[in-house]
């Protein structure tokens, strides 16, 4: 059995890489393999066991993850240890050094073996994953010590990798849907997708996420699944939006400046369990006095707006993404969005669009 | 006469290619950069790809009114994009009759967009910032 302690060089360097990757699994099982649980997360396609002492951050992903209410099975898909120095005998993380700048010699180090790994310098964040034993360890120097985005969407990179391996896929989406047929909503930040969701939810249209959501391309259909609860709006948004006393504010606003919420706190029961994706949106702030138009667009520019961001947002899988990508825009019709600014006439459009589709 | 002949092939195993309907999407997955070939600058790089003499290429394409600089200047910026690069190792073949018939069709300028908004998300900087307008961490700049 690994010790963790043994684990504690100093540095890794991509040349160790593996051989560090490989016994920080081993540690990680070893602990996770003597029965400390924190929580069982029933997950959209996996059951998800959380181990470690980091009560605050289990809870914390309880709240962001998007848990199924019927339950988990009695055992779990995969497994997280939740570490930081000086806990379960794991020392500080090593330094990752002698990398250039480039996280493609990185995932290169990694590709044969069936390891995934990504570090965070800012934070001496590793986080770590086996794709065989399903087994992965998030290594911090302390409690709580995480990039800022990682509050909004915990464990995004082991879904991620887990996900990928089982043939699906996170996609970096919005989704909008009328009675369990949806529409991908596709776009790099800052186009109006957030907006878009939220505006929909508050008009009586379901979505199963506003960022980031689970498509399963299996059995000849395209479904969506939600992954985080979380939807986001910056402060001007929830004036227009109308929602700026239903969400509170006194939490204040994320690392980019947005404020996060849940359906529940709109009044809204929560996301949908699922939903049928039959179309692609390319949503696109049209102006102040335009009414929303849904035209249909080429599949490059569809590709254009889903593939990058989901790419290169996401550690690692990346060769594999462009492929499913590719596969997601060919199944599906493709429209341009363009957004007007009264939300319920852009609510109205899409919910029409939505009606007719097939 | 062409300044540029012989075979190319893409750059590296970085780059990818998918195409839609005639129009192909390209991703440079070591650098984050991305690109839009228009249908007509698609059949050049369809020609690359079947291992087609770039010369030759260019004088069937360059048949149609201001295709030669056009062309010309698209091939140069897949050089300097870093998306293909020269073959010695194995010899060009002629364009062949299906491509030739692809090439007299086309119309429209032979385009590529060039988008670098994602760049810095692929760099594992040993330091990073927050930008909302990439949703997630990027490069610190200024350092």
């Known amino acids: 059995m690994q ?91 090593p330094v990752l050094t002698g990398t250039g700048s480039h996280m493609r010699a990185f995932e290169a180090a990694l590709r044969d073996t069936q390891l995934r790994a990504e570090y965070g310098f800012d934070h001496r964040l590793w986080n770590i994953y086996d794709t065989k034993k399903r087994i992965g360890v998030q290594w911090t120097t302390a409690p709580g010590a995480l990039p800022p985005w990682e509050s909004g969407a915990p464990l995004r990179a082991f879904l991620h990798w887990f996900h990928a391996d089982a043939g699906r896929r996170l996609v970096h989406a919005g989704t909008l849907g009328l009675a369990g047929r949806g529409a991908l909503l596709v776009g790099k930040g800052g186009s109006g997708k957030s907006g878009t969701v939220v505006a929909g939810l508050c008009h009586g249209l379901e979505s199963v996420g506003d960022d980031y959501v689970l498509v399963d391309a299996s059995g000849g259909r395209l479904r969506a699944f939600p992954v985080f609860e979380t939807l986001k709006q910056d402060a001007a948004g929830l004036r227009r939006l109308g929602i700026s006393d239903a969400i509170g504010m006194g939490a204040g606003p994320n690392w980019q ?66 492929a499913v990508f590719a596969d997601i825009v060919r199944a599906l019709p493709c429209y341009s969005l363009d957004l007007g600014c009264d939300p319920a006439e852009v609510s109205g459009c899409i919910a029409q669009f939505l009606d007719a589709l097939p | ?61 360059g048949e149609a009114d201001g295709g030669a600089a056009a062309y010309h200047d698209l091939f140069g910026k897949l050089l300097a994009n870093e998306l293909v690069v020269a073959d010695a190792a194995q010899p060009a073949t002629e364009p062949d009759a299906t491509w030739r018939d692809a090439a007299r069709g086309v119309c429209g300028d032979p385009t590529i967009e060039v988008f670098e908004d994602l760049a810095q998300l692929i760099l594992a900087d040993p330091i990073h910032d927050a930008a909302e307008e990439a949703g997630w961490p990027v490069a610190r700049t200024g350092r």
């Open chain 1, 3 to 93: 010790s963790p302690a043994s684990v504690g060089a100093a540095a890794v360097t991509l040349e160790t890489l593996p051989a560090f990757a490989a016994g920080a699994i081993a540690a990680a099982a070893s602990v996770i393999h003597q029965g400390i649980p924190l929580e069982t997360l029933p997950l959209a396609g996996l059951d998800l066991s959380v181990h470690g002492a980091d009560a605050a951050y289990a809870v914390a992903s309880r709240v962001r993850l998007a848990v199924r209410r019927t339950g988990g099975h009695a055992t779990s898909d995969a497994a997280v240890l939740l570490v930081s120095a000086g806990q379960y005998g794991f020392p500080a993380p």
């Open chain 1, 257 to 322: 400046d947005k404020y996060e919420f849940t359906c529940r706190e709109l009044g809204k029961a929560g996301l949908a369990t699922d939903l049928d994706v039959r179309a692609i949106l390319v949503p696109r702030l049209a102006g102040e006095a335009h009414a929303t138009r849904i035209e249909p667009v080429s599949r490059a520019r569809a590709m254009l707006a889903l593939a990058p961001s989901g790419l290169f947002q996401m550690p690692g899988e990346r060769d594999s993404g462009v």
């Open chain 2, 1 to 61: 006469m062409s300044q540029y002949s012989g075979r190319y092939v893409t750059a590296s195993a970085d780059i990818t290619f998918e195409k839609f309907d005639g129009e192909y999407v390209v991703l440079n997955l070591a650098t984050g950069n991305y690109y839009a070939l228009s249908p007509s600058a698609s059949v050049l790089l369809d020609g690359i790809l079947a291992g087609h003499d770039v010369a030759g290429m260019l004088a069937v394409l």
